[in-house]
């Protein structure tokens, strides 16, 4: 099995509302990612969680709020989100980076969420 | 600052001709480096992958090269076929223990039958 999945795959918020994005992977991966990707654009990295623990926040607004309840699942909370945060939100897993014997791995990614706030 | 570049937006190739798209990076540091394809509305898939130990990587029609002293790979895919049309990033690493996967501005590959 060699999927990311992604749910839901649209969404659409009010700046007030509160929603959760979610992610699912079973290969056994021990990091999982959070990417922004606006049209055009490529994508951003947000986060990065390794063994369930965040490891990078590439200084993200706090209306984003990750969660990784554990090695196979990965959400993103969204609270008073603004108009600008609407864009295809991409998780992606890959294997732990720095273990002996494990090279840098490829990311596998889900298909996005795609995000609308209105 | 745009670590990861790709200087063409667009590329036309006619069918069962190569295709060369162009990576330029400017962290030294960068140590691995990928391909993706994207097609609309989907995520990206991996093509293929090289590390800076080696200078070129073979995957059926996918060839990736990389010159680490001018900071430059390149895919080449042969033959070209109307189903490769899709916008292709690479992406770049700085090694081992390090998650941040940096990705070029992408470039749009059109094959033509």
């Known amino acids: 099995d060699t999927e990311v999945t992604q749910t839901p795959k649209h969404l659409v918020m009010g700046m007030t509302n509160k929603k959760s994005l979610k992610c699912e992977q079973h290969?056994?991966?021990?990091?999982m990612y959070w990417y922004k990707q606006k049209a055009k654009k490529p994508p951003e990295l947000m986060f990065v969680?390794?063994?369930?623990?965040?490891?990078i926040n590439e200084s993200v607004p706090s209306r984003f709020s990750p969660e990784c309840p554990n090695s196979s699942l990965l959400n993103l909370h969204l609270h008073a989100l603004q108009p600008e945060d609407s864009a295809l939100y991409l998780c992606?897993?890959?294997?732990?980076?720095?273990?002996?014997?494990?090279?840098?791995?490829?990311?596998?990614f889900g298909e996005g969420s795609r995000l609308t706030v209105l | 600052d745009q670590q990861v570049k790709q200087n063409s937006p667009s590329l036309s190739v006619q069918e069962g001709r190569i295709s060369i798209l162009n990576c330029d990076y400017t962290n030294s540091m960068f140590d691995y480096f990928l391909w993706y394809k994207k097609y609309p509305a989907e995520g990206p898939t991996f093509l293929i992958s090289i590390s800076s130990i080696k200078d070129k990587n073979e995957d059926g029609r996918f060839t990736v090269f990389l010159n680490k002293s001018a900071k430059h790979l390149s895919l080449h895919i042969v033959p070209s076929q109307p189903g490769d049309s899709a916008v292709y990033f690479c992406?770049?690493?700085?090694?081992?223990?390090?998650?941040?996967?940096?990705f070029g501005t992408g470039t749009r590959l059109k094959v033509l039958a």
């Open positions: 969680y390794s063994y369930e623990k965040l490891s």
């Open positions: 992406a770049a690493s700085g090694g081992s223990g390090t998650y941040k996967y940096i």
């Open positions: 290969m056994g991966h021990r990091a």
């Open positions: 992606a897993s890959s294997q732990a980076q720095g273990l002996a014997g494990v090279e840098t791995g490829e990311l596998f």
